[in-house]
């Protein structure tokens, strides 16, 4: 069975070729040539992937993975002609799976597509298992329940996405207790932590952020140099 993927490009010319090329190699490529159109595609079609332009009319595609990725649980993978580190960090901190430049030969974009699809596929939420229906952790004001997957700090309510959420539930579940980098990934994405892999800071950054920690001197979530992070129990 093929791949369904939901191309959001304003490109006609750049998203036939695209759409062409993938049909060739597993993928049922649907086409939205407007921003503001997609989270309505994204809901008819049910994608196994979403393939993202930035520079899109209606809506850009950062604030569309922004928006979409605390409801919509594939993989999203930016193509952009931007090549540059600060578009970089931030479709990937806002929730992207990975960022590709339009230069990529198509060969390699649609293996880097499939790694992706692979990776979902295989993802075990949790090195542990996943959290037990109706078990909740509180500390201090933080308040995580894993029944209805809310979060909750001083009574607001903080939105994450399922990966973000299985992370920030992995290390209150051993708060106090050094997460080791390569349990963290493989919980995020069921790899090995190669010495290279940033994803795992970017999602960190991105929990400090939503806690309200302080991103130079971190009391939340601390890293510990050359092992990992650790989530204190105190600080709430």
């Not at 939901?6 to 750049?14: G, K, Q, R, S, T």
């Not at 040539?33 to 899109?56: H, K, M, N, S, Y």
């Not at 993978?77 to 990937?92: F, R």
């Amino acid at each position: 069975m093929n791949h369904k993927v939901l191309f959001v490009e304003d490109d006609a010319e750049l998203a036939s070729l695209i759409q062409t090329f993938l049909a060739r190699h597993g993928f049922d490529v649907q086409i939205v040539t407007r921003g503001d159109e997609a989270a309505a595609a994204v809901e008819r079609e049910q994608p196994d992937l979403l393939l993202l332009d930035i520079l899109l009319p209606g809506k850009d595609g950062l604030t569309l993975c922004r928006e979409l990725r605390p409801t919509f649980h594939p993989p999203i993978v930016m193509l952009t002609s931007l090549d540059s580190d600060i578009n970089q960090i931030m479709g990937l901190e806002l929730g992207a799976n990975d960022y590709i430049l339009k230069t990529t030969p198509p060969a390699v974009l649609a293996a880097r597509l499939n790694a992706q699809l692979r990776q979902y596929a295989n993802r075990q939420p949790g090195i542990v298992a996943a959290p037990p229906s109706g078990q909740q952790i509180t500390l201090g004001s933080l308040h995580i329940d894993a029944r209805s997957r809310d979060v909750k700090l001083n009574g607001e309510r903080i939105v994450l996405s399922t990966t973000d959420f299985d992370l920030l539930w992995h290390l209150a579940s051993n708060a106090g207790e050094i997460q080791e980098r390569d349990t963290l990934l493989q919980l995020m994405r069921g790899l090995s932590y190669d010495g290279f892999d940033r994803s795992i800071d970017i999602a960190i950054s991105r929990l400090r952020r939503k806690l309200g920690d302080n991103p130079t001197a971190p009391v939340r979530i601390k890293t510990i140099r050359n092992k990992g992070y650790l989530l204190s129990p105190y600080g709430w």
